[in-house]
């Protein structure tokens, strides 16, 4: 609760500071904002680049998983062995 309050003043105190400039200055601002939006979007993922970060993190996670499947299947199999 605490913690979103200064996200909101900070939002607050922005709008405060764009409604006292001067209209050139509040031109020069949304054009910044547009340019900065601009540049968000350029820099979003395409579809291709989503499946290939997917395939990247499932060819690091997998044989870390199949290593603790055997090392379990390991440990079970001497538990059956010695008893």
């Known amino acids: 609760m605490f913690f979103g309050n200064k996200k ?3 939002e607050d ?3 405060i500071r764009f409604a006292n ?3 050139d ?3 020069e601002e949304l054009d910044k904002i ?3 939006k601009k540049k968000i979007q350029s820099v979003q993922y ?3 680049d989503r499946l290939a970060l997917m395939i990247a993190a499932f060819s ?3 044989p870390l998983v199949l290593v603790f499947l055997a ?3 390991l440990v079970v199999g001497l538990f059956y062995w010695i008893y």
Request: net charge negative.
């Open 8 to 10: 909101r003043i900070d």
């Open 13 to 15: 105190l922005e709008k």
């Open 21 to 23: 400039l001067s209209e």
């Open 25 to 27: 200055k509040q031109k």
């Open 34 to 36: 547009e340019i900065d």
């Open 46 to 48: 395409e579809k291709n």
């Open 60 to 62: 690091v996670v997998l």
């Open 71 to 73: 090392v379990l299947a």
